[in-house]
């Protein structure tokens, strides 16, 4: 079984992207896992209000940003 990987790690991969908005997808391929491996880091990330949903694509996936800090 993968690692779960933490919210930090995720805020982290997301700053280095340099793109004002991201999907999981983006993450995932950044830090080279699978999107199902950072599910309750993610969810961390976006209950402590460190990533916002900005707006979902047309196939339903959903864009994030950083927030403001």
């Known amino acids: 079984m993968a ?3 933490t919210a ?3 805020v ?3 700053e280095k ?5 991201f999907t999981r997808d983006d993450l995932a391929e950044s830090i080279g896992i699978k999107k199902r491996d950072f ?6 990330a ?10 979902e694509t047309e196939d339903g ?7 403001s800090k």
């Open 46 to 55: 976006r209950q402590s209000g460190r990533f916002e949903k900005t707006r």
């Open 3 to 5: 690692e779960e990987v």
């Open 17 to 21: 992207l340099g793109e004002s908005e």
């Open 39 to 44: 599910r309750s880091g993610f969810r961390e």
């Open 61 to 67: 996936s959903g864009v994030f940003k950083l927030a």
């Open 12 to 14: 982290e991969a997301a």
């Open 8 to 10: 930090d790690r995720l």
